[in-house]
């Protein structure tokens, strides 16, 4: 089924982790107003993703919003650490299948964050809502040795989801 999905949505590699295709954006655009200088974007924009087998999508941070809607597999976790510090994990998923899971979940604006899907034996076919849109500059990448100068409470999840 996974195969099938990667052909029909035309997914590719994405950099972090797993396999993506740019969904939708929006035609109307926005400056965000939250004082980081940012120009004009999407007002948002939406990608498909795909994880499969021990597939993570690694440690980032985006100056954006970002929701994740399930939609079709096994159940994906979550991991988030807040700029204070603080550690949560979500699933994302059926809850008709998982009691714990959501359907979706909102990720918001400065938070790291990393996904991993809970059965390596499967897949899961997910979207990322991104408001304002998404734009690579506003996206930084969790470099380990930052990331556990920060929060070193937290040194094997931060390992564990980290591409160097």
């Given at each position: 089924m996974a195969d099938e999905l990667i052909k029909s949505l035309n997914l590719v590699p994405l950099?972090?982790?797993g396999l993506y295709a740019k969904s939708m954006h929006a035609r109307t655009t926005v400056k965000p107003l939250d004082g980081s200088g940012r120009e004009v974007r999407d007002a948002y924009s939406v990608i498909y993703l795909l994880l499969r087998g021990s597939d993570i999508n690694a440690w980032h941070k985006m100056k954006s919003e970002e929701t994740y809607f399930y939609h079709k597999g096994s159940?994906?976790?979550?991991?988030?650490?807040?700029?204070e510090g603080k550690y949560e994990n979500k699933i994302i998923g059926d809850p008709m299948s998982d009691c714990k899971a959501s359907f979706h979940c909102h990720v918001p604006k400065n938070v790291w964050f990393a996904l991993e899907l809970l059965d390596k034996t499967s897949y899961c076919v997910f979207s990322e809502a991104t408001g304002p849109?998404?734009?690579?500059?506003?996206?930084?990448?969790g470099e380990k040795a930052k990331m556990l100068a920060m929060f070193p409470q937290h040194k094997e999840i931060v390992e564990k989801f980290c591409l160097k």
């Open positions: 950099p972090l982790g159940s994906i976790a979550l991991h988030m650490i807040t700029e849109g998404f734009e690579y500059e506003d996206c930084e990448v």
